[in-house]
């Protein structure tokens, strides 16, 4: 099958039901998308399927065949980082940054739904993405920042 990732393409001949985490990190060698508890719960391993928010641990890959997927690799554009991966840095958002690509991809669809959302807006959207270090003051601020920019 074919898939459309970060803007190429890219076949793979795999299990239609092996899930898009594994195909991202095992067969196109895009490592930025961490697995974390593999039910769909932590999102650490968050990436866009057509601007929305998807678990790839639990999405299998047939099901976004023919969909753009965007993965932490691919908001880079130019050698510029994306406003969100700039705004974690200027906030220190990271501390040991396991879920710092499933937070930015999160924050990353945040925005391009509400580009300004309120501080409640920005809780409750990342609500569902867990920081077992528990910096999530800094991420809220983070999008604060991104969303200014």
Same mark, same amino acid.
């Given at each position: 099958?074919?898939?459309?990732?970060?803007?190429?393409?890219?076949?793979?001949?795999?299990?239609?039901?092996?899930?898009?985490?594994?195909?991202?990190?095992?067969?196109?060698?895009?490592?930025?998308?961490?697995?974390?508890?593999?039910? %769909?719960?932590?999102? #650490?391993?968050?990436? $866009?399927?057509?601007? +929305?928010?998807?678990? =790839?641990?639990?999405?299998? &890959? !047939?099901?976004?065949?023919?969909?753009?997927?965007?993965?932490?690799?691919?908001?880079?554009?130019?050698?510029?980082?994306?406003?969100?991966?700039?705004?974690?840095?200027?906030?220190?958002?990271?501390?040991?940054?396991?879920?710092?690509? %499933?937070?930015?991809? #999160?924050?990353?669809? $945040?925005?391009?739904? +509400?580009?300004?959302? =309120?501080?409640?807006?920005? &809780? !409750?959207?990342?609500?569902?993405?867990?920081?077992?270090?528990?910096?999530?003051?800094?991420?809220?601020?983070?999008?604060?920042?991104?969303?200014?920019?």
């Amino acid at each position: 099958m074919v898939l459309s990732i970060n803007g190429d393409k890219h076949e793979v001949t795999v299990d239609p039901d092996v899930e898009l985490l594994i195909v991202l990190r095992d067969y196109i060698g895009l490592t930025g998308t961490k697995y974390g508890c593999g039910e %769909g719960a932590c999102g #650490a391993c968050t990436v $866009l399927v057509n601007g +929305n928010i998807t678990r =790839s641990c639990i999405t299998p &890959v !047939n099901s976004v065949a023919g969909k753009e997927i965007t993965t932490i690799e691919g908001l880079e554009k130019n050698g510029e980082l994306h406003a969100v991966q700039e705004a974690f840095l200027a906030t220190d958002a990271f501390q040991c940054s396991y879920c710092a690509s %499933g937070m930015i991809m #999160a924050a990353v669809a $945040l925005l391009k739904h +509400n580009p300004s959302p =309120s501080e409640n807006a920005i &809780v !409750n959207a990342m609500n569902t993405n867990i920081c077992r270090c528990g910096t999530y003051p800094y991420i809220v601020k983070a999008i604060q920042l991104a969303a200014k920019s």
